[in-house]
């Protein structure tokens, strides 16, 4: 009897390890997986963020968008939509879902736009970061490609340094795109605008191959912005020919699409080499801000 139960045993084990590679190849290769993180942190107020999650909306119903979707190898890709303020407070509206067909590209945009939109406090960019981290690596695709995507109107301030979680996910191969927000209304707490958020996200956010940073110039910008950035995240040439690319690649007032006449990445690319150099005022410019304006106005540090 002990025999037979150890000859199941075994019979089992191998059952199991001749399914997992099998179990690997099950998930559904995607040309993308696209997770987008939105600044909710409180120097946003209720009109702001309904124009950043229209701006989302109204995107993914754009005509060139969902061409551009539907366009590459694959003619699909994954999507996830986060929101993210504070070091640990990250809301996760829609997890990842497939973008394959026109419904399903307008069924995305119609929950997300059915999604309630919230404000919370601080303002912590590696926090998002840290948070995109596995949740890519539970993603239930095999993209070519992995992108985060962070929007925001203010350099990190909260957490841990942004550039140290920067490298985590550039380890993890995951490219990191930038949509900063120049925004010129009164902050809701006095804190002065930064003038520099583009060149921030540029030398301490951003990075990874054909990463780039696509700025809005207020939040009425946003839009556009977000129109093209989408264009530049999600097109490539792959074999479609009547997927037209160059007519993509031109489009005015910002950066060139990141894959328009780029190189393929290799597979052996170390990501954290793809990063600008440091920043002149540091990386740390955003917490060095914070502490400054809270002792001079409060006698306070915000910690």
Known sequence: MRALVC???????ALMLAASPAAAQDKQEVDLALALGIDI????????????????????????????????????????????????????LIDWTLLDSEAAIQAFATRLGEAPISIARRTSISGA????????????????????????????NDGGLVTEMRYEALK?????NGLPIMNDRPNPFGFPNETDLDRYYLHCVTGGPRSFVEVAHSFEDFPRAVRKKLLQ???????????????????????????????RVRADDDYTKFVHPEYELGCDV????????????????PD
């Open 41 to 92: 942190s409180g120097s946003i107020d209720p009109d702001e963020a309904r124009l950043q999650r229209e701006g989302y909306v109204n995107a993914f119903r754009d005509p060139a968008i969902i061409k551009a979707i539907l366009g590459g190898a694959n003619g699909r890709i994954a999507v996830s939509y986060f929101e993210w303020s504070d070091s640990w407070m990250q809301k996760l």
């Open 286 to 301: 955003g917490e060095r801000r914070s502490r400054e304006f809270w002792q001079r106005r409060f006698g306070v540090t």
């Open 129 to 156: 970061i840290r948070y995109a981290i596995p949740l890519f690596g539970r993603s239930p695709y095999e993209p070519q490609r992995k992108v985060l995507d962070v929007s925001g109107d203010g350099s990190n």
């Open 172 to 176: 993890d191969r995951i490219v990191i």
């Open 7 to 13: 000859l199941f045993a075994l019979i089992l084990s």
């Open 233 to 263: 995240e999600v097109a490539d040439t792959g074999p479609r020919q009547d997927f037209d690319i160059d007519g993509l690649a031109t489009l005015r007032d910002g950066i060139q699409l990141a894959q328009a006449g780029r190189p």
